[in-house]
T-cell receptor, first 113, second 113 residues
Framework: LAKTTQPISMDSYEGQEVNITCSHNNIATNDYITWYQQFPSQGPRFIIQGYKTKVTNEVASLFIPADRKSSTLSLPRVSLSDTAVYYC??????????????FGTGTRLQVTL | DAGITQSPRHKVTETGTPVTLRCHQTENHRYMYWYRQDPGHGLRLIHYSYGVKDTDKGEVSDGYSVSRSKTEDFLLTLESATSSQTSVYFCATTFNTGNTEAFFGQGTRLTVV
């Protein structure tokens, strides 16, 4: 199983860039890396997904080194509304069945003025 | 947003009573998941389904059963509710296993008294 390890919490000031790193040493060849954001009292929401190198969208960037044993979610110029829990997820697929979508405890990001 | 509806959104029930939570999707996604979320534990997978009548256990399946008689509905049943099952329950769906972009429902807050 491809487990993930993330920092429990991070603090940032508004306007700064935030980088959250996730370790996934046992990632399988076919697994993608996906990040989710969760606000209180809501279900998680997809942010970004990648397989290797770098992926960028309007919300964030995802950096994945060549060995794929870790990944870094980068949030440019965070605002108070980025305060949330961020989950790193790696596809976990026993042969013949669906991905189990195993979440860790996530990283709680607190953004202040 | 993906058409995923959980019902009920809130429920209070007594210890020992059976409870069924429903997840309904209009996306024709093959894979569906039930999670519970408790403070300090992140999202924990209870059961998942990889097709009609095809289900499997997640990491915290004891005390829960599921059924999927048609693509759009995934039911989670607590046969005899206990106070330890007080939690927020989230349903999620994915289209395929090639990636792990999941869409979540709004959650069901269950209180067992």
């Amino acid at each position: 199983l491809a487990k993930t390890t993330q920092p429990i919490s991070m603090d940032s000031y508004e306007g700064q860039e935030v980088n959250i790193t996730c370790s996934h040493n046992n990632i399988a060849t076919n697994d993608y890396i996906t990040w989710y954001q969760q606000f209180p009292s809501q279900g998680p929401r997809f942010i970004i997904q990648g397989y290797k190198t770098k992926v960028t969208n309007e919300v964030a960037s995802l950096f994945i080194p060549a060995d794929r044993k870790s990944s870094t979610l980068s949030l440019p110029r965070v605002s108070l509304s980025d305060t949330a829990v961020y989950y790193c997820l790696v596809g976990d697929r026993p042969a013949g069945t669906a991905s189990k979508l195993t979440f860790g405890t996530g990283t709680r990001l607190q953004v202040t003025l | 947003d993906a058409g995923i509806t959980q019902s009920p959104r809130h429920k209070v029930t007594e210890t020992g009573t059976p409870v069924t939570l429903r997840c309904h999707q209009t996306e024709n996604h093959r894979y569906m998941y039930w999670y519970r979320q408790d403070p300090g534990h992140g999202l924990r997978l209870i059961h998942y389904s990889y097709g009609v009548k095809d289900t499997d256990k997640g990491e915290v399946s004891d005390g829960y059963s599921v059924s999927r008689s048609k693509t759009e509905d995934f039911l989670l049943t607590l046969e005899s509710a206990t106070s330890s099952q007080t939690s927020v329950y989230f349903c999620a769906t994915t289209f395929n296993t090639g990636n792990t972009e999941a869409f979540f429902g709004q959650g069901t807050r269950l209180t067992v008294v």
